[in-house]
């Protein structure tokens, strides 16, 4: 894993031994992920498009093209991979609540 993702790999692993993702599914079926990074701030991930709203995501996956995905995203999907996300059922007004918010924090 850290030949393919470098730096994000051992990172990413703690994050998952730790238990920090949690996968929020509304009625709907609309599913997002949210990570507790390591300095405890709330990250929300998108699997379906590639997305994280860290600043690492913006800065090195976006902006600089450094990295294929940030630690964040990269838990996301080794969790998913192993069984060891958190599962946490919302309603469609709090599922709506979290994206309002995240598009809030870009403005």
């Known amino acids: 894993l850290k030949f393919i ?3 994000s790999a051992v990172p990413a692993l ?4 730790q238990r920090s993702v949690t996968r929020l599914r509304a009625p ?3 599913i997002l992920y949210q990570v507790l990074g390591s300095s405890g701030k709330l990250y929300t991930c998108y ?5 994280c709203t860290c600043p ?3 800065f090195s996956v976006l902006q600089k093209s450094e990295s294929l995905l940030c630690k964040h995203i990269l838990a996301v999907y080794l969790s998913q991979a192993l ?3 958190q599962e946490l ?3 469609e007004e709090h599922l709506t609540n979290i994206l309002l ?3 809030d924090d870009e403005a």
């Open 101 to 103: 918010a995240e598009e």
């Open 5 to 7: 993702f470098g730096p």
């Open 83 to 85: 069984g060891a996300c």
């Open 89 to 91: 059922a919302v309603s």
């Open 56 to 58: 690492a995501f913006g």
């Open 28 to 30: 709907s079926g609309r």
């Open 14 to 17: 703690d994050l998952v031994d």
């Open 47 to 51: 699997s379906s498009c590639h997305f």
